[in-house]
């Protein structure tokens, strides 16, 4: 799990980061489950089927006047497979597909409370969102940061719960090093990393070796890309967001209206009742 957080590339809220990587470094990181491990499965998707999935069938759908409006957590840190004690973002996809296939629901809200999380499965779930055949309302109650945004700014419409403590914004990608020789040195151990002949390149960006101006480079080179996916993801999901939030700063509710990032200030009911409208 550590060779995770320090290799993948994360759409993280910067603070939140910062908390996690000191939790991972003591050692004192556990991590739990919400679903049991999967097993290889085959599913044939039939009318009868739809809404049958445990998840889907225990999440909240309140009866709106086109139809049922389906609420989905988007909770805590963001992962694919959800092993960061929240639901995946494969999960969380799968639910709003079957949304889209249960005639008894017109609109979707997701309810997000997140710091972010990996870039591996964000971009699938935003275009999901994006794609939705029904309208999707996103209600940010804490925060929405970095790649909880990302997907919030593909819904249609963004409802925040408070101008002043509810968030959006760290818009950006990172990825984390940590160079622990010195540590390894103290303790009296020497690791020496052997590959074989043409794998130069393999591994370079580990916690044994000291990191290069060449690789910080190479790093660099590697996020930019996603960087760029992620703008412009925003941009078409946000026509009139403002160029100035893209270096990675939080913005508060009545920041985020005036900066186009949400369209409104309200509770989840206030949400369900204008992805109703939508619907209608």
Known sequence: MLDRFITAKWALEASYHERVANIILAGKLTVFRVDERREPYFEVVTPSAIGNSRAYKNLPKIKGKSGKVAIIPIMGAMSRYGDLCSWGTEDIGAWIMEANADDSVSAIVLEINSPGGE??????????????????????????????????????????????????????????????????????????????????????????????????????????????????????????????????????????????????????????????????
Not at 159 to 187: N, P, R, W
Not at 202 to 228: C, G, H, R, W, Y
């Open 119 to 280: 870039v591996d499965g964000t971009e699938m779930l935003g275009y999901i969102v994006k794609n939705s055949e029904k309208p999707v309302v996103a209600y940010v109650a804490g925060m929405a940061a970095s790649a909880a945004y990302w997907v919030a700014s593909q819904a249609r419409e963004i409802v925040m719960e408070s101008k002043t403590s509810s968030e959006v914004g760290s818009i950006g990608v990172l990825a984390m090093h940590v160079d622990a020789s010195k540590f390894y040195e103290k303790e009296g151990l020497k690791v020496t990393i052997i590959r074989s002949e043409g794998s130069d390149d393999k591994a370079l960006f580990n916690s044994i070796e000291p990191l290069t101006d060449e690789m910080l480079a190479d790093v660099k080179a590697q996020l930019a890309p996603i960087k760029s996916q992620f703008i412009a993801t925003v941009k078409a999901g946000r026509t009139g967001i403002s160029d100035e939030v893209f270096t990675g700063k939080m913005y508060s509710g009545g920041q985020a209206i005036k900066l186009g990032m949400a369209d409104r200030i309200g509770f989840l009911g206030d949400a369900v009742r204008r992805a109703d409208e939508l619907a209608r």
